[in-house]
């Protein structure tokens, strides 16, 4: 497994102590913190796989920082699924085993700690924008070996026509290499590198004073005005 981008462990080991602290600082325009996200993000996978009446019993989070996200799929997944965090960053990873503890979820740094070389679900979440664009398809052959055969990667990324999401990443002070691309994009780099596009849709429409309305997102996922989008793909 390459490096997420040429200086990713770097940018994200100076930021390891203060990340959630610069993401919540850049989401308060979006009234939402980086916590709130997480959930959002799990719960829409786990909806995704209730659909399929089977919930995977491992899951890879690949660029997984201090390892947020991987903390709330443990949860809401619960002890039949073994959740990984993985990331090049050894002090996000350092913090994130100081920080999180369960009997499902461990955290590596290293591809060759991982002893489980196959999961049934990969997930990269606000990863692919770090990786040059002359790379992303070689990145994304790769993240395939991870995953056995008729099981799923979930990407999610930020919609470029969003101008909310725009100013939130302009000014996020580790994104300053992000390059961030439309679903379209996203769902063509999957199908050449030979995934099936299951499901994609755009999400997170309602800022946090108005989540009251976010049971109709649902209904959205068509338009192209989300804060960010979902894609998720089947390896055959």
Known sequence: MRDLSPHHDQIFDHFAHSYETCLNSSLRVFGETVRGFAFLKAAYLSQFFDDLGSPPRSILEIGCGVGLLTETLAKVFHKGTTVVGYDPSAESIRLARTAIAGDNVSFFSKPDEL???????????????????SKRILFLKE??????????????????YNPVTRWIVRHCPFDVDADIFSRRRCAQLLRETGWQVARK???????????????LERYLKWLPLGGQYAIIARKD
């Open 143 to 160: 993240t395939s070996r991870w995953i056995r055969p008729g099981g799923y990667l979930a990407i999610f990324e930020h919609n470029p």
């Open 201 to 215: 849709d755009y999400v997170v429409f309602f800022p946090a004073f108005l989540k009251f309305f976010r049971p």
């Open 115 to 133: 002893t489980q070389r196959a999961f049934e679900a990969v997930v990269l979440a606000n990863v692919l924008h770090h990786i040059p664009p």
